[in-house]
């Protein structure tokens, strides 16, 4: 019997596991980027759109952060989940669909929340080194090339622009290089679901 319950617990365990993900993503067009502690507390619900090529795809995005950690749902237009993704205690974690596991890290999506809100300095922390931040106004740029290279010579991964205050009326997310836009408009009471 201890033995049965034994076996319980490691297979539970092992499954937890499982589902805890790096938190270093490449991020689209090269270099990658490290999820940081802390940030901004706020708490959104979007409407977002997403463009990868050829391929739509419209849904809801839930995003909180606060001393806990962050957290992002995304959900249908009806607001069944869709998938899952938590990054609190230093520790991801992410329910998704297998197909879209092995299509990107489940640490992208955050990654790219903090890219967008989190304040400069951190976001630089988080860069690999081949990466640089240039922030302009309702504007970031995330620029591939080594530190030395002349601005012009190196590549934009990302370009990210917003409207408004943080946590923003509208972000814009786009990665040239891999045609990937996202629009995301945040929902005010009278217009969620």
């Known amino acids: 019997m201890r033995l049965t319950v034994l076996f319980c617990v490691i297979a539970l365990l092992l499954t937890a596991c499982a589902n ?10 090269g270099g990658s980027y490290c ?3 802390g940030g ?8 977002s759109s997403l463009k990868f090529g050829e391929r739509r ?49 489940p640490a992208l999506l955050p990654a790219l929340v903090q890219i967008a809100m989190w304040p400069a300095e951190a976001v630089r922390s988080g860069l690999a080194p081949t990466l640089t ?8 740029r995330i620029l591939a090339g ?28 786009t990665a040239p290089t891999i045609g990937l836009e996202i629009d995301a408009r945040t929902l005010t009471e009278e217009s969620r679901p």
Request: one cysteine or more; glycine letters at 6%; a negative charge.
């Open 40 to 47: 901004p507390v706020f708490s959104i619900v979007q409407q």
């Open 57 to 105: 795809m419209s849904f809801l995005t839930r995003i909180e952060n606060d001393a806990d950690g962050l957290r992002f749902a995304g959900l249908t237009p009806l607001g069944q989940t869709l998938l899952l993704i938590s990054w609190e205690n230093n520790v991801l974690r992410a329910e998704i669909p297998p197909s879209m596991a092995e299509k990107m890290s």
């Open 146 to 173: 080594n530190s030395g290279d002349d601005e012009k010579t190196k590549q934009d991964v990302l370009t990210i622009s917003w409207e408004g205050n943080l946590p923003y009326t509208r972000l814009r997310i």
């Open 20 to 29: 805890e993900q790096t938190a270093c993503p490449s991020l689209p067009g």
């Open 35 to 37: 999820l940081q502690a």
């Open 133 to 140: 931040l240039k922030e302009e106004p309702y504007r970031r």
